[in-house]
């Protein structure tokens, strides 16, 4: 896998937005908004799968192009939400992950 270049990516979707004069249109509500359109598309490749379907999309010469093509939309307009707002995605989630690890600490519930 890839290491996540997170500021090179987002300076890429900003200078796309840039060249067609689109950052008027990305403020924090419309970009939720696509964020949540987009989110709905990868939602409707999964929707009447059976669980064993879902685990094997990506095999599925017509569905796998499609999952990756709209992973790649909810991290393109979830980064654009991130810049916009002034959040740092990764220390975001890292953060995320240590008070998961304290509200669920091992062997509770498991």
Request: charged fraction near 30%; include cysteine.
């Amino acid at each position: 896998m890839t290491e996540l270049d997170v500021p090179k990516l987002q300076r890429r979707l900003a200078e796309f937005a840039a060249a067609r004069n689109w950052q008027q249109y990305h403020t924090p509500k419309n970009l939720v908004a696509a964020l949540s359109v987009e989110v709905s598309e990868l939602v409707e490749i999964f929707q009447w799968l059976t669980p064993e379907e879902s685990a094997r999309v990506m095999d599925d010469p017509e569905r796998a192009p499609r999952v990756t093509d709209e992973v790649a939309d909810v991290l393109a307009y979830l980064l654009q939400v991130c810049e916009v707002l002034g959040i740092d995605a990764l220390a975001a989630l890292d953060a995320k992950i240590d008070r998961n690890e304290r509200r669920f600490p091992v062997g509770e519930g498991s």
